[in-house]
T-cell receptor, first 113, second 114 residues
Framework: KQEVTQIPAALSVPEGENLVLNCSFT??????LQWFRQDPGKGLTSLLL?????REQTSGRLNASLDKSSGRSTLYIAASQPGDSATYLC????????????FGQGTELSVKP | NAGVTQTPKFQVLKTGQSMTLQCAQD?????MSWYRQDPGMGLRLIHY???????DQGEVPNGYNVSRSTTEDFPLRLLSAAPSQTSVYFC?????????????FGPGTRLTVL
């Protein structure tokens, strides 16, 4: 059974710091991995999607990497800002059930001014 | 594009009542799904659809029904609400998750069952 784990569960950093969020998964048979952002009381916003054949994706200050063989992904946020404060979720797409997402529990990020 | 829309945003039900959570998307996506989000349990798949007229069960389908008569709409029906169905419900859509399509989520419906 696929399990997705995110460490740490919570992270507090000062503004301007570069940071890394970690995601690990137990079964390497995934189609892709997505990183989402969730603000309190809101829906999920897709940040980056990495196909299983890719190693990384970049969008602005965000860079996500994927190492399928070791079952790991990282989300790197450069020059963090208070507006980056949110919960970040990683999710892997499985082949069954049309593209079911298996989510981690999330990392709650707080960026202090 | 409005993306994925959900109504209502909030709902309070009494045990045994029924209701329908609405979900619509204007991106012509074939794949749509419903998740529930609970503290400590994360997001779990309830039902999904790979196209109009085709639906199937996810991980936690009991107590819920779905139908997909059009590409745009994918309503979720609670047949007889129970306190265990208190949760936040998210609808999602994608053009093809297995071909690299991102999944887009709606803003959610916060449901309380008393």
């Amino acid at each position: 059974k696929q399990e997705v784990t995110q460490i740490p569960a919570a992270l507090s950093v000062p503004e301007g710091e570069n940071l890394v969020l970690n995601c690990s998964f137990t079964d390497s048979a995934i189609y892709n991995l997505q990183w989402f952002r969730q603000d309190p009381g809101k829906g999920l916003t897709s940040l980056l999607l990495i196909q299983s054949s890719q190693r990384e994706q970049t969008s602005g200050r965000l860079n996500a990497s994927l190492d399928k063989s070791s079952g790991r992904s990282t989300l790197y946020i450069a020059a963090s800002q208070p507006g980056d404060s949110a919960t970040y979720l990683c999710a892997v797409t499985l082949g069954g059930q049309g593209g079911k997402l298996i989510f981690g529990q999330g990392t709650e990020l707080s960026v202090k001014p | 594009n409005a993306g994925v829309t959900q109504t209502p945003k909030f709902q309070v039900l009494k045990t045994g009542q029924s209701m329908t959570l609405q979900c619509a998307q204007d991106m012509n996506h074939e794949y749509m799904s419903w998740y529930r989000q609970d503290p400590g349990m994360g997001l779990r798949l309830i039902h999904y659809s790979v196209g109009a007229g085709i639906t199937d069960q996810g991980e936690v389908p009991n107590g819920y029904n779905v139908s997909r008569s059009t590409t745009e709409d994918f309503p979720l029906r609670l047949l007889s609400a129970a306190p265990s169905q208190t949760s936040v419900y998210f609808c999602a859509s994608s053009y093809s998750p297995l071909a690299g399509g991102r999944q887009f989520f709606g803003p959610g419906t916060r449901l309380t069952v008393l």
